[in-house]
């Protein structure tokens, strides 16, 4: 996993660095004089490698991270841990010195600025460990209590076989996990149908394709049929980045 | 006796003090009859106090331990029932806490403890009038569930709060053998669901159900077997039903229970209206002791109105299930002037807040959760406008819980500035090492801006970024801090010395993926039998640097969970915690005891 990870991360991420304030002055001045982004990664991985060998009784004297600890990448903000190096002081106590490196977001006020690198940091996201939303629980919500929440109904809702037609309909849109509902009766057309579920979950229109389950439980693109066959059949919308 | 060492024998509130050595001259000036002494100490409920009382003298001690009826114990592996039951002889409820907190959030591997059974088999024989249980995050199995209800004849009430491992046959057990039920409280568990038809396993001469939350259980119930249940069991007033019943049952249960103090809704909204919606409005007018309400699945404009009539007099609202935008939050809670406790969803926004701020100046506690805490692209929620909106006007506030993705060090010190106050103050921005989003500094100041202004606060949880200037204030300022939770900050050993260097009061302290190492770690060491426990994930610990501290501090518990991916010198997983039962038994193949 690292191996992929590093040399992504060593080809197509730009880095804004910031050095994490120490209180021991002398190292933080060292760190900047010698810190190269391409280096440490490749020098973590390898570092780490070299460990497995070790046959330190005293591990006080090399003291390593975990490798790379990758954060919320998807809002385009990361935060990597690289480990810099060791410095003994002279009462044999191990300081360790931490780099934090950000990625920030184009729109951060005075912020150097960033190519929003959608593709990639989507890739990484599955790169890392857990349930692939990023980190292992984070953020901190209890995950039953999520379930708990947003459980789907049984039931099915707006115009299934014999009962009496409502004109609601669930709307998805995917990654969020809160639907919405529609009144259909409000709309003649996909024209404004589409802007209107679009603007719900605060996308442009443009930016999403819309999708829906007909009775026979397929799900279709919406634009085929003519409008009225489409109100007769559909059961759920859902809505797609293109 | 000076502080330190007065909590070092203090094992969450049950001791195995040696009397005699307790004070050597146990000859009062002012001697009390035993008489007069276990009436008088039976009137003590606070288990703070209850072990001060225990520490006085001999006599003291003797009188304390036969006249207590209520045992708590925050950690099941700190002390063995054998030791508690041999303490206290007339124990009628018991509360046990198992698993550590991160095993909320999926830190703690699958069986790795805290099992129930073990304890009820020693409490059957020791309390076999136990009338009260209440677990939270323990390993809890339907044959637990079933020895319980099969064993304990005065039986009265079982809370289940984030414990996992059983199933509705368990349920099925409880409530067809507990003859004397007033409470069946089950939250946010990790239960098999199997089915609804434990209702109706309530037999028709229950009549004393006081409280029943099955809110967290998926599966429908029989509607005609809860209706006679809620109807004949008079004193009801909790009852918080799941989402699968919808607005029609609620309102024939509400007429049923108008006496009810704390209701949970099902879902609430329909398709089908049956009933005007000017009926429901008036039945929950005529349910004039409502404190709370929760629930309120799927609402909206046309169904959340109804409730208008009880909520004068609410002190506590939880729309942690209801996604409402901002405008329906604010019509909703000009209503709700005597509202104490509030927890919401993010999608109410910083307007939504606003009108938090507006209308609810006595508000004591908030809670905002995220409504979509994976989603990481275009999400609205709340930022540090809303939080400093609410502060303002909102000035007993003392509780918060805020997920945010964006904050700034001068908002949080404007919030404390207007409500010193705070006692738990737990700010969660969730991307990772967010600095302060104006200013592009660490959050430092912030948290600094809170433990210099709250002189009484026992809770903290830090995020965004962080150096170790942060944990310099807490340790220097937060003199009444109690629990502690720290993730992703610091930037050396440092941060973590501070703390342990400061905050006398501390007693749980947990921390994950931060560079705190083996120096940081055994720096603390004189202070961890004070504390219940330390949690330390996906830090810098190697085994040798947990050897060490397990080697110096015997009464302690040293315990590291292997990962398959870690190495074997690192300590992914530590969790440390004082003991007086030694090391675990139990204790699967992936825990090592040092």
């Given at each position: 996993m690292v191996l992929s990870v590093s040399s992504f991360f060593a080809k197509r991420m730009e880095l804004h660095l910031s050095l994490a304030i120490s209180s021991s002055s002398s190292s933080a001045s060292s760190c900047s004089s010698r810190f190269d982004p391409n280096y440490n990664i490749n020098y973590t991985h390898e570092h780490s490698n070299k460990r497995k060998h070790d046959d330190y009784d005293d591990d006080d004297n090399d003291q390593t991270m975990p490798l790379l600890v990758w954060g919320n990448f998807c809002c385009n903000k990361s935060h990597l841990i690289i480990e810099e190096h060791q410095d003994h002081d002279g009462d044999d106590e191990v300081q360790s010195n931490y780099v934090f490196v950000h990625r920030r977001?184009?729109?951060?006020?005075?912020?150097i600025g960033w190519p929003p690198m959608k593709s990639c940091t989507e890739n990484l996201c599955q790169l890392t460990m857990g349930n692939g939303d990023g980190v292992i629980g984070w953020p901190p919500v209890k995950l039953c209590r999520k379930k708990h929440c947003q459980l789907k109904m049984g039931t099915e809702d707006g115009g299934g076989g014999g009962r009496s037609k409502s004109t609601y309909y669930k709307v998805h849109m995917e990654g969020i996990e809160i639907a919405r509902k529609v009144d259909l009766n409000l709309h003649q057309s996909y024209q404004t149908l589409v802007p209107t579920l679009a603007n719900m979950f605060g996308k442009c229109f443009e930016d999403v394709k819309l999708t829906y389950q007909d009775q026979e439980g397929d799900w279709l693109l919406a634009g085929d049929v003519p409008w009225g066959t489409f109100i007769n059949t559909v059961q759920r919308l859902k809505l797609q980045r293109k | 006796m000076d502080l330190n060492q007065k909590r070092t024998r203090m094992v969450d509130r049950v001791d195995s003090v040696d009397p005699d050595l307790v004070s050597p001259e146990s000859t009062p000036m002012c001697p009390f009859p035993d008489e007069v002494l276990e009436p008088v100490l039976s009137l003590i409920n606070s288990h703070k106090d209850r072990s001060s009382v225990s520490l006085v003298c001999k006599d003291w001690y003797n009188a304390e331990r036969w006249s207590r009826r209520h045992v708590f114990i925050g950690n099941c592996y700190s002390v063995s029932p054998e030791i508690v039951v041999g303490r206290f002889p007339k124990i009628r409820s018991v509360t046990l806490k198992g698993k550590p907190r991160f095993s909320d959030f999926n830190l703690v591997p699958e069986d790795w403890g805290a099992d129930v059974y073990p304890w009820l088999s020693v409490l059957a024989k020791a309390?076999?009038?136990?009338?009260e249980l209440r677990l939270k995050r323990m390993a809890v199995s339907d044959e637990s569930l079933e020895f319980l209800a099969m064993n304990f004849p005065e039986f009265k009430a079982l809370s289940l709060l984030s414990c996992d491992g059983f199933s509705t046959d368990g349920l099925k057990a409880i409530a067809t053998h507990c003859?004397?039920?007033?409470e069946l409280d089950i939250q946010e568990n990790g239960i098999d669901d199997l089915g609804g038809d434990w209702l109706s396993c309530?037999?028709?001469?229950?009549?004393?159900?006081q409280v029943l939350n099955f809110a967290s259980l998926n599966s429908e119930v029989n509607f005609n077997d809860l209706e006679k249940l809620v109807t004949r069991c008079k004193s009801l007033r909790v009852l918080k039903v799941n989402r699968t019943i919808n607005l029609d049952q609620l309102q024939k249960l509400l007429l049923r229970a108008p006496q009810l103090t704390e209701l949970g809704t099902g879902t609430f909204t329909q398709d089908l209206v049956t009933r005007p919606v000017a009926d429901l409005e008036a039945t929950f007018g005529s349910c004039k002791n409502l404190l709370t309400i929760s629930g309120l699945w799927d609402t909206n404009s046309l169904y959340l109105p109804v409730i208008y009539p009880a909520c004068a007099s609410l002190t506590f609202l939880n729309l942690s299930c209801a996604a409402l935008r901002s405008f329906e939050l604010a019509m909703l809670l000009i209503?709700?002037?005597?509202?104490?406790r509030l927890w919401v969803l993010d999608t109410v926004g910083d307007m939504g807040l606003e009108a938090v701020g507006s209308w609810c100046p006595l508000l004591e506690e908030l809670r905002v959760f995220p409504a979509d805490p994976f989603e990481q692209e275009n999400v609205a929620g709340v930022t540090e406008s809303g939080f400093v909106a609410v502060s303002r006007g909102c000035p007993k506030l003392h509780y918060v819980l805020y997920f945010c993705h964006q904050m700034t060090n001068a908002a949080v010190a404007t919030v404390v500035q207007n409500c010193p106050g705070f006692t738990h103050f737990r700010l969660c921005i969730m991307n990772l090492g967010q600095p302060d989003y104006v200013t592009n500094e660490p959050m430092d100041e912030a948290f600094g801006a809170v433990v210099r202004t709250c002189p009484n606060l026992q809770r903290l949880a830090v995020s965004g970024l962080l150096t170790d200037l942060t944990f310099e204030y807490i340790g220097k300022y937060a003199k009444n801090l109690e629990i502690l939770s720290v993730a992703f900050a610091g930037s050396s050993d440092l941060g973590l010395k501070y703390v342990l260097g400061g905050c006398p009061r501390l007693r749980k302290l947990e921390i994950r993926d931060?560079?705190?190492?083996n120096a940081a770690l055994l720096s603390g060491l004189t202070k961890y039998e004070s504390m219940r426990s330390l949690w330390m994930s996906a830090c810098n610990l190697t085994m040798n640097g947990c050897r060490v501290l397990a080697k110096e501090m015997p009464r302690l518990n040293v315990e590291v969970m292997k990962d398959e991916d870690s190495e074997d010198s690192q300590a992914h997983k530590v969790y440390i915690y004082r003991t007086v039962a030694g090391p675990r038994r139990d204790a699967p193949p992936f825990v090592l005891t040092l």
């Open positions: 977001n184009e729109y951060d006020g005075g912020a | 309390y076999p009038f136990l009338e003859r004397n039920l007033a309530f037999p028709e001469t229950l009549t004393t159900l209503h709700c002037k005597s509202l104490r931060c560079p705190f190492g």
